[in-house]
């Protein structure tokens, strides 16, 4: 990063899946990094408070789980944040709240950048994520090596704000594409079609995806483990329809879709993946 010591010095903020990851990665790069997360993961470099982890830092990662999450620990840590300090939010979070949070940095004379990505597990795990970028584009040239350590490539996508759009009207599409496939892979098993002829008819169609060849067969199998979970998606669907609804559109497709979410995640599939949307079909519990 152009203009900054030698020594870099960054905190990361949520040590789920993706951002313990990161934090690995990071220090694997020889960043000297401070991380915190609400429970503690007994992770290197871990410190008790927010407050400790941003202490110095010259970049700020936040990887939490929600808005709720974002604004509780940016509340506590912006009277910390100090003149040049750049936070970055890699949260899928509404849109209100990375305008909300862009204005706290700016309070502080920190700079601000809406970062959110897209990839899962092992993306995060290679460095291979890709981080839509919303803001000021020197900032995001600035942060650029930094972000490429734990991505493929960044996306560019206007001002702040409109990487959280991108983002939420992906998974918008995420979230409705698995629901087809389970759908899709029920009727076709169920009217005596082998899963695997399905899965190669689907990978033969103009619809195959990476989505499709990533989830499709641990659907039919019953693998749910976790990359992407059931909570978080039914949350970013909440976080769509609202951005639906405030330009006026009906958008029946993913309304549909996150109610059966919602659903599923008070039936207890909320820390699944969520391609457990075939979980009903194929593999009720006995």
Known sequence: MS?????????VLGLG???SRA???????????????RTPKNLP???????????DAQVISIYLKDRAAVREVVER??????????VLNHATVDLETTQWLAERCADRGA??????????????????????????????????????LTAKSLLPCGGIGSATVVKLATNLISACTVQALAEALAISVKHGVSAEDFQRAVSLNAHASGLSAMKLSGMATGDFDTHFSMANMWKDSSYAMTLAEQA??????????????KELCDDGLADLDFSALAKPYLHPDP
């Open 3 to 11: 203009g900054t010591p030698t020594i870099q010095r960054a905190a």
């Open 17 to 19: 899946i993706i951002g």
């Open 23 to 37: 934090l690995a990665r990071l220090r694997e790069a020889g960043w000297q990094v401070k991380a915190w997360n």
């Open 45 to 55: 470099d871990e410190v008790v408070t927010p407050e400790d982890a941003i202490r």
């Open 77 to 86: 840590i912006s009277p910390h944040l100090t003149e040049g300090q750049i």
């Open 111 to 148: 700079r601000f950048l809406d970062t959110p990505f897209t990839g899962s597990k092992n993306a995060s795990a290679g460095g291979q994520l890709v981080y839509y970028t919303g803001g000021d584009p020197a900032l995001a040239a600035e942060v650029e090596p930094y972000l490429m």
């Open 248 to 261: 006026g559109l009906d958008a029946p497709a993913i309304r549909a879709v996150s109610g059966r979410m």
